[in-house]
């Protein structure tokens, strides 16, 4: 059951970076730095932010605390990142120290306590934490996105007006045990 667990939540996590991945890819590069107001985060803070926090949660995730010394949670909502290079650097390194991190658990560590700020989690619940964390902050993004983009918008779901023809294919299909996110995510050979 446990490696079933590790395996769906690598899946979740891989197809929220890929939400965000698409959504990014449609705006301009303007868009990525632009505030909605003064105190609203832009695309490129978020990501920023995610950068952070996924550096500071996964680096020696089972050994030292996720809050890091080094880490400067306030800096992250300040704009530091120059560029779309800069952005996608920022936000593929962030999200390959999760997957690494993943990558090295083995089912007995599930239950294993490690701290965030001095507070103990199973690792389980660490990942929960940050599974309900990560796509919160790409739902802002997404929204962003969707927004700068308007009539241009492609939907990374099922387009408005197509859930009965969508749900119509899925229920021809024999019941049977799925991953939501393999509609979405092109298959993969990561183990």
């Given amino acids: 059951m446990q490696s079933e667990y590790l395996e769906s939540i690598k ?21 990525l730095f632009e505030q909605i107001n003064p105190t609203s985060n832009s695309i490129a803070i978020i990501v920023n932010h995610l950068w952070g926090n996924m550096l500071s949660r996964w680096t020696d ?21 120059q560029n779309t290079d800069d952005l996608l650097q920022k ?5 390959e120290c999760l997957f690494n991190a993943l990558t090295q658990l083995q089912e007995a ?4 306590i490690i701290y965030i700020r001095n507070e103990g989690h199973t ?3 660490a990942i929960n934490r940050q599974l309900a964390h990560y796509p919160y902050h790409v739902g802002q993004i997404v929204y ?29 299909q024999p019941q049977g045990r ?8 092109p298959p993969t050979t990561e183990k």
Avoid at 11 to 31: C, H, I, P, W
Avoid at 61 to 81: C, M, P, S, V, Y
């Fill in 11 to 31: 899946k979740q996590f891989r197809y929220y970076k890929d939400l965000g991945d698409k959504a990014m890819s449609q705006v301009t590069e303007q868009n």
């Fill in 61 to 81: 995730f089972l050994t030292t605390d996720g809050e890091k010394e080094w880490r400067n949670r306030d800096a992250e909502f300040e704009n530091h990142i």
């Fill in 91 to 95: 936000w593929n390194e962030g999200w």
């Fill in 109 to 112: 560590d599930l239950t294993r």
């Fill in 123 to 125: 690792v389980q619940e």
């Fill in 144 to 172: 962003l996105a969707k927004l700068f983009s308007g009539d241009h918008w492609q939907s990374l779901s099922i387009p408005k007006g197509q859930s009965q023809t969508y749900n119509a294919s899925k229920f021809t």
């Fill in 178 to 185: 799925r991953h939501f996110t393999d509609d979405w995510l």
